[in-house]
């Protein structure tokens, strides 16, 4: 059983970054497709980003685009996203979880860490 635990957010004026990670325990990362997601107050879980098992291939959210930077270490068993130019919108906790099924939708993802949340002030 794999567990997943987010660290790195954080309270960041906008136009700043942060770097979230993932790292992963029980089980090695390296043979899942990684996602990360967040979720805003009053608002359902979204899709942020994701990255095949080996790093070949990533996918983005259109609102993240060109800001935001999906990446993994399979040696140290984390997954990482870069937050650039951050806007207040970006605001909410963010999630790390393993790709189970083919969509990008939240039921599609499973193992879920306990997220961490990122607030950006304008």
């Known amino acids: 059983q794999v567990t997943l635990v987010e660290s790195g957010g954080g309270l960041v004026q906008a136009g700043g970054s942060l770097s979230l990670s993932c790292a992963g325990s029980g089980r090695t990362l390296r043979v899942f497709d990684m996602g990360w997601f967040r979720q805003a107050p009053g608002k359902e879980r979204e899709f942020v980003a994701a990255?095949?098992?080996?790093?070949?291939?990533?996918r983005y959210a259109d609102p993240v685009k060109g800001r935001f930077t999906i990446s993994r270490d399979n040696v140290k068993n984390t997954v990482a996203l870069q937050m650039d130019s951050l806007k207040p919108e970006d605001t909410a906790i963010y999630y790390c979880?393993?790709?189970?099924?083919?969509?990008?939708?939240?039921?599609?993802?499973?193992?879920w860490g306990q997220g961490t949340q990122v607030t950006v002030s304008s």
């Open positions: 979880a393993i790709q189970r099924g083919e969509g990008w939708g939240p039921a599609d993802f499973a193992s």
């Open positions: 990255i095949s098992w080996d790093g070949e291939d990533t």
